[in-house]
């Protein structure tokens, strides 16, 4: 489960938005910090934001950094999935019964409500299915 779940992660994270949004903060920072014309707004900072655009207009480049950190964030978690599951064991031991239940009622009763549901309306239908197959028999 803990493999199904840190490949759904991993493969699902689209981090091409989260670097733009970075590096549109990092040029707002940027931006924020000047106050009066000097040395750097004639040399350095346009070398800095040509550098951010054409950063961001490289595809290839921002494919290749996506890959990297989604391959060190998966290492991370093959290197360390053991701990995270001793650490969810020792965290849920800490809890009684009462609140364990109360946990799962809270955050997954919802979801077995709808399977109650589906589960009463594919028994009828499959109920209604069998009888009529009865009967014509």
Not at 104 to 133: M, P, S, T, Y
């Amino acid at each position: 489960e803990l493999d199904l779940w840190k490949t759904k992660l991993v493969d699902d994270w689209q981090l091409q938005d989260t670097i733009h949004d970075f590096l549109d903060r990092i040029q707002q920072k940027i931006l924020k910090h000047i106050e009066e014309p000097s040395f750097y707004d004639h040399s350095i900072l346009p070398f800095v934001f040509n550098s951010l655009e054409n950063f961001k207009q490289d595809i290839d480049k921002m494919c290749k950094i996506e890959d990297w950190i989604r391959t060190h964030i998966y290492t991370f978690i093959e290197e360390n999935h053991s701990k995270i599951g001793y650490l969810v064991k020792e965290n849920l031991d800490k809890l009684d019964d009462k609140t364990l239940i109360e946990m799962l009622e809270n955050n997954v009763g919802k979801d077995l409500q709808w399977i109650r549901v589906n589960g009463a309306i594919c028994g009828f239908l499959i109920g209604i299915v069998l009888v009529g197959i009865r009967a014509l028999f």
